[in-house]
């Protein structure tokens, strides 16, 4: 398919290069929107790769939620970024050379890679038949039967992450007043209003 | 549509019941106002661990999976569990006062360190590498949070953050090196990636699977600060607040030790070969390291920081003596000496870092070795409990401490490495300096002032039980041995 | 060449074809959504509104256009070009490529997609960029704040409405847009439809709409009283024709998801003979134009919240309900064996 090949390679370098400006952008809340670029383009190939939901998904929770916050927050931020970047020249040649290393490593293993035999088959067990099920129900079934494990004990470490952000950051300032709806609404005209009737030229 | 059957939860009880005991914990420590709230968090908290290990005790019943493989339970798993939870409901009672008197105390301490436990238990527990990470991210999660839980302090917060960062550096080489491992076998699975590599015993492995399990190593070492994965230690432990540093000494060192233990033996048992020269490699630089670095310390903190440095680099002998090829009963003398070494490290441990709390002046924590002196005229006490867990430490008979050491070198021996255990013993000799430099500043070097008392209940029993432990083990030492031969034997089965 | 014409340029020509029987409907319905908007409110407000170009003021929506397109195009000399003019942009064409999976009749929908609500949700949650990159590349504080304010403002009731949708999905069953409306399809017409079976769910539906399309009583982005208009202050001419055509096209997208889930999409009130004499689409541009006017309504009547208020409104009252309501719903369908195959 001529359309799939085009849209693959239109989505694939699209991310590359924005991965690349994310690092090398100058302004942060640029960088930040071709973080987003990128993510989008991520989602295109997944739906080139026929897993429609989690394209949706990566959408709905990194672009429309987590991506977000991070836009707020380095929006907000008052750093000069020209000034951190002052070391960089400096330590250019190390980074390099230990990226160069980690490279040569990764070439070695990955240019004589064996696979065992039958690990396709040892990975695939647990899947549903992919003509089957549509991938939506196939990720349902494997993730609340075979992972349930997996997948409460991810929801405990976000308990944890949030506990952790509130501990760390939350401060109770005295001398707050808040509003307390469920007060405002039990009290008791009768309570709190008293009508009087004034006689002209005495007041109370 | 074809469903897959639901799990059986009754190998998971304690984990189950851990996971709720912190929610509803959570949720009476923010929906009660009163002023005690956070003593009663804390009490109910100790409580949940401690009824943890006989609930640990009574479900499992020899070897147990569930959850499609991703958890075990056995012997093994029971007995590092039992040192986690009592490890980590020490911390909790030693912690108390600490943070009431640094005004530090909320309701979150505990649920973290339940919550922390509960992550070290699914460690322990883990029979998959997914479920095995899962752990180790739940774990290290809730610690990174209490290092920095006086967050005032910049140091807390500096020791917060430096773990946060390399925790998470270590946990993405733990990743790279798992995923290197699944794309050869093409599961996560312990017992299928025991079968993979038992049908390619033999052959040489490939490269590829070596690097995975490098990497993997390096990631666990870092979890129990082996070298060269230290760097973190001594300032993480200098700057979390002290019962922090206690709990961080002994519950998660224990719990990645144990996962060390399983990942090392079970699925990658057939390629020993390949890791023990690794495994024998770190030992040694830990050892040397904790001997020679402790020496200048003056801060105790720092000193116990390189000091369990030194302490786990003796426990991984007996994981190198479990790699041995020579045979399947030198394997088990190898672990078994791991086991009990940490049962000892732990009680060792606890009784120390309490004795540190007590270091307290006119209401402010000390943490300078110099502070101890004239402690034995001061308070005598206190001096001869520091001196017998010291020596204990340094592994003077007949304290608990030489056992460990004692069993741990046999194993060495026995599986012909005889280089590390010479070593080793050096290392210890060396080590011994600056446990009984201390000994002589509470003896010898002349008194300023006293430390504060009142010591509190609490305080007073855990040291009189970790003390009591260490100077009479030799006595009746059957629990933690056949413990350990239990556990032991869950690892290989016949 | 016969061969290049029937395999490629036939059916892009023909998708070309479809998009523009889309769009070209909508941008209509949004120029005359701005006119009944005004009428609307002027019929509550006891005056006339605009009645002076063309018959009844129809020709208004027109001239404003032309207004706004012959305008000059300024740009703030300290604003973020790139992204000050990517804004508008992107606020408008999302508002547009959402309509790709909406179904306005049986089988009349450009891309019948498995995943037709989440890629809804989905593009509805892109809709902040556009407002914050508006907000920040200002480079003015008004703007700064309405564009923060917003952001806040969407992720949070966000959160509420894909919760509704879950308990829409665990009664449906699939994730798409067609299915959802032919699962409303039942002997009791329009008390088939899920508002009535998950009333308070379509109450919170529709409120967190408002919210997300910023307007009353959740305008706070762009109130004028503090933020002289918010997000869009600085914007002129086409630019800002582009937020105001996104916006009001936001509108009918929130009213069509909302006619979808909860009243029947396409279907008519009851399944007997008049009523289904009148065509599918126009049932569903009824629905639309019923969710449009209660739009108006809401703006007619209640005053503007708080900020603070607002988000009480979304973390502490709709996020705890709807939550509940999944676990309800989910019990209800398991425990009376409702559960779609």
């Known amino acids: 398919m001529i359309l799939q090949a085009i849209a693959f390679w239109v989505f694939a370098s699209i991310t590359v290069a924005a991965a ?185 | 549509m074809p469903v897959a059957a639901f799990p059986d939860l009754i190998p998971a009880i304690p984990e189950i019941y851990l996971a709720v005991s912190a929610m509803i914990l959570l949720m009476l420590g923010v929906y009660s106002t009163g002023k005690q709230t956070v003593r009663t968090v804390s009490y109910l908290s100790t409580a949940a661990l401690f009824f943890a290990i006989p609930l640990t005790v009574m479900v499992t019943d020899g070897r147990m999976v569930t959850f499609g493989g991703l958890f075990v339970t056995d012997s093994f798993a029971v007995y590092a569990k039992i040192l986690v939870l009592v490890s980590a409901g020490a911390a909790i009672v030693m912690a108390q006062d600490y943070l009431e008197r640094q005004d530090i105390a909320r309701f979150e301490f505990p649920v973290l360190v339940v919550l922390a436990s509960l992550g070290m238990l699914m460690m322990i527990s883990a029979n998959d590498l997914m479920s095995l990470y899962l752990g180790l991210e739940l774990q290290s999660l809730a610690l990174y949070v209490i290092a920095s839980f006086q967050r005032d302090s910049i140091r807390s917060a500096e020791a917060g953050l430096k773990y946060f960062v390399l925790g998470a550096l270590a946990s993405g080489i733990l990743l790279y090196g798992m995923s290197l491992i699944y794309g050869f076998a093409g599961t996560t699975n312990f017992d299928s990636l025991a079968e993979v590599f038992k049908a390619v015993n033999g052959t040489e492995p490939h490269l590829g699977v070596i690097v995975g399990i490098v990497f993997i190593i390096a990631g666990l070492a870092f979890k129990v600060s082996a070298v060269p994965f230290h760097m973190w230690t001594p300032d993480v432990y200098e700057g979390a607040p002290t019962p922090v540093t206690a709990l961080f000494a002994v519950a998660p060192k224990i719990a990645a030790m144990a996962l060390f233990a399983r990942v090392l033996v079970g699925p990658f048992g057939d390629l020993a070969g390949e890791w023990q020269q690794i495994i024998i490699f770190i030992s040694i630089a830990s050892m040397a390291l904790g001997a020679f670095a402790a020496i200048n310390q003056n801060n105790i903190k720092r000193l116990m920081a390189y000091s369990s440095i030194g302490h786990m680099g003796y426990a991984l002998i007996g994981l190198a003596a479990a790699g041995s090829a020579v045979s399947a009963e030198v394997r088990a003398a190898g672990i078994q000496g791991l086991l009990i070494y940490l049962a000892i490290y732990m009680f060792m441990n606890i009784g120390t870092f309490a004795c540190i709390l007590l270091m307290r002046r006119q209401g402010r924590m000390l943490e300078g070795i110099d502070d101890l002196a004239g402690l034995s005229k001061s308070n005598p006490v206190m001096a001869m409990v520091l001196a017998v867990f010291m020596f204990s430490m340094a592994g003077i008979p007949p304290l608990a401490g030489f056992f460990g050491k004692f069993y741990i070198f046999a194993a060495a021996i026995e599986a012909d490495l005889f280089a590390l255990a010479i070593i080793g013993v050096l290392a210890s000799v060396v080590a011994a300096f600056y446990y009984l430099r201390i000994i002589k500043v509470m003896y010898f070097d002349s008194s300023e002032e006293e430390f504060d008392r009142p010591v509190s209940r609490d305080m007073k029993s855990i040291l009189v039980i970790t003390g009591v432990v260490v100077i009479l083990f030799f006595i009746y030492p059957d629990p933690v041995l056949n413990g350990a031969e239990l556990a032991t034997s869950a690892l290989f089965p016949q | 060449m016969a061969e290049f014409w029937t395999a490629y340029l036939w059916p892009l020509l023909w998708i070309v074809i479809k998009i523009l029987a889309i769009v070209v409907p909508l941008l209509l319905a949004v120029a005359y959504l701005t006119l009944a908007e005004r009428k609307v409110l002027s019929a509550m407000q006891m005056r006339r509104g605009p009645n002076v170009v063309g018959p009844f003021g129809l020709l208004q929506p027109i001239a404003d256009g032309m207004k706004l397109f012959f305008k000059e195009t300024i740009i703030p000399s300290g604003a973020n070009r790139g992204v000050f003019i990517l804004a508008p942009m992107l606020t408008f064409s999302l508002a547009l490529i959402a309509w790709a999976v909406i179904p306005v009749g049986a089988g009349l929908v450009l891309s019948d997609l498995n995943v037709g609500i989440l890629y809804l949700f989905a593009i509805s949650s892109l809709g902040v960029y556009g407002v914050l990159m508006a907000g920040w590349a200002s480079n003015s504080k008004y703007a700064f704040l309405g564009g923060l304010r917003s952001a806040a403002q969407m992720v949070s009731y966000e959160v509420s409405m894909g919760f509704v949708i879950i308990t829409v999905l665990l009664v449906v069953g699939s994730l798409n847009l067609s299915d959802i409306v032919m699962a409303q399809k039942g002997s009791f017409g329009m008390f088939n439809w899920f508002w009535l079976p998950l009333l308070p769910m379509a109450v919170i539906f529709f409120i967190s709409t408002l919210a997300e399309t910023n307007r009353h009583p959740f305008d706070l982005p762009e109130a004028e009283a503090e933020l002289v208009s918010g997000y869009n202050v600085e914007y002129s001419a086409m630019t800002f024709a582009l937020f105001f055509l996104g916006e009001y096209a936001n509108m009918i997208l929130m009213s069509a998801m909302t006619s979808i889930l909860f009243l029947g999409g396409w279907l008519p009130p009851f399944d007997i003979a008049p009523f289904t004499w009148i065509p599918g689409p126009i049932w569903f541009a009824l629905k639309i134009a019923f969710c449009l006017f209660i739009f108006i309504w809401v703006r007619g009547t209640f005053p503007r919240y708080r900020y603070d208020q607002l988000m009480r409104l979304g973390w502490k009252v709709f996020l705890p309900i709807s939550l509940a309501a999944v676990v309800i719903v989910a019990g209800f369908l398991v425990t009376f064996d409702l559960v779609p195959a």
Do not use: C
């Open chain 1, 20 to 204: 690349v400006m994310v690092i090398s952008a100058k302004n942060p809340v640029h960088s930040v929107l071709f973080l987003i670029l990128a993510f989008f383009n991520a989602a295109g190939l997944f739906v080139l790769l026929g897993a429609e939901f989690l394209a949706m998904i990566l959408i709905v929770v990194y672009v429309g939620a987590v991506a977000v916050l991070f836009l707020f927050v380095v929006m907000m931020l008052d750093i000069n970024f020209a000034e951190l970047r002052q070391g960089f020249l400096q330590y250019l040649p190390i980074g390099l050379l230990v990226g160069l290393v980690l490279l040569v490593e990764l070439a070695v293993v990955v240019g004589g890679w064996v696979i065992s035999t039958d690990a396709t088959a040892r990975a695939t067990a647990k899947m549903p038949a992919v003509d089957q099920v549509p991938n939506t129900d196939a990720l349902g079934q494997l993730i609340f039967t075979h992972y349930l494990y997996l997948f409460q004990g991810a929801g405990l470490v976000l308990l944890v992450a949030m506990i952790g952000a509130i501990v760390l950051t939350h401060r109770s300032r005295p001398g707050v007043r808040k509003q307390n709806i469920s007060d405002q609404l039990a009290r008791d005209p009768k309570e709190t209003i008293e009508i009087r009737k004034v006689q002209s030229g005495s007041g109370i």
